[in-house]
């Protein structure tokens, strides 16, 4: 296979995009690829600060080196959530997060869960006896509330994440099967600030596959952790991932079309608009935006952990 730019040998072949390239001209493909998206989705401006959400992990990693590369204004954002598994998940990924960031003379704010807060995720579910045994609704819930804050704190025009295209199939999916409207009308690729203390949110890695971050990292040489997080193993996300890239293996393409399709049908009208802005409240503790009016689920779970942990109530008087 050779690449279709200049005939040397192809480093990968993109069959979903009828498109081998060498590595040279990969690593300026794909970052092309990218100021695409953030273009088309007016994701963010030149002149905006962009605080990346790094996990250590290909996605992350390869969002902020083609940020970084494409001139934008970028910090680090890494959230300790003190999971361990096998390699001690949480520190790995720390370490190679930071080593990242050294070598590139780039920021990263790092937010250690159990210093600030006084538990780790896995010990804050248990505590707070929410997930039924599984601490994904509570480590998503910190890590949107952390990120939040950071982005709003550190006056960043806005948080990006490195979702890539098979996560965002795989959410649709389950969104899909269930019918979840509500989901489905907030999955997208940047999310307004519809609240002064909300940041935007963006996902320039929507349209990129998987295996196209995955050989990115390999070919611009970045060290990953190559381990999912422990608690990600069976789950249904990871379910529906192996059903698309089966469907993928067969009509190369499937999940960019899905995907895509889900984007135009939005904008057709099939969904139904938002709620305004005006239904946010502020929460009376923390002061970030909440639903319900009073005090915020992240700020409740963090009494319910304090009531019954005396570790984390000598953290607490942190900042929230
Ligand atoms: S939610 Fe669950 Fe992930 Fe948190 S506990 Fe691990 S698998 S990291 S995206
Ligand atoms: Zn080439
Ligand atoms: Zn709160």
Redesign the pocket.
């Known amino acids: 296979m050779k690449c279709r730019m200049c005939g040397e040998k192809a480093a990968i072949n993109m069959r979903q995009h009828k498109l081998a390239l060498c590595r040279e001209h990969y690593l300026e493909w794909l970052p092309q690829q990218v100021q695409k998206a953030i273009e088309h989705y007016r994701m963010f401006e030149r002149d905006e600060r962009v605080l990346v959400a790094v996990?250590g992990g290909k996605d992350s990693l390869s969002l902020w080196d083609i940020l970084w590369r494409l001139g934008y204004s970028t910090e680090g954002l890494y959230i300790g959530?003190g999971?361990q598994g096998e390699a001690d998940?949480s520190l790995t990924s720390r370490d190679l997060s930071q080593k990242f960031a050294d070598e590139r003379a780039l920021k990263l704010n790092v937010v250690d869960v159990r210093e600030l807060y006084g538990a780790t995720?896995?010990e804050a579910a248990t505590i707070s006896n929410r997930g039924h045994g599984?601490?994904?609704?509570?480590?998503?819930l910190v890590?949107r509330h952390v990120m939040n804050r950071v982005a709003r704190d550190g006056g960043f025009g806005v948080l990006v994440t490195g979702h890539n295209l098979d996560d965002e199939a795989a959410v649709l999916m389950q969104n899909t099967l269930h019918w979840a409207g509500g989901y489905l009308v907030r999955q997208a690729p940047v999310l307004l600030s519809t609240h002064p203390g909300l940041a935007r949110k963006a996902k320039p890695f929507c349209r990129i596959y998987e295996r196209e971050t995955a050989a990115y990292a390999l070919l611009r040489g970045i060290e990953y952790i190559y381990d999912?997080?422990?608690?990600?193993v069976g789950?249904t996300t990871l379910y529906n991932k192996d059903i698309l890239n089966t469907m993928e293996g067969e009509r190369p393409g499937t999940k960019l079309q899905f995907y895509l399709s889900f984007l135009q049908a939005k904008e057709q009208g099939l969904f139904a608009p938002q709620p305004p802005a005006s239904e946010l409240n502020t929460c009376l503790t923390c002061g970030q935006p909440t639903s319900a009016p009073g005090t915020c689920t992240f700020c409740r779970l963090w009494e319910k952990v304090r009531a019954a942990s005396p570790a984390a109530r000598s953290a607490a008087g942190s900042p929230m």
């Open positions: 996990s959530l999971i998940y995720i896995p599984k601490p994904c609704s509570v480590c998503g890590k999912e997080c422990p608690f990600a789950s």
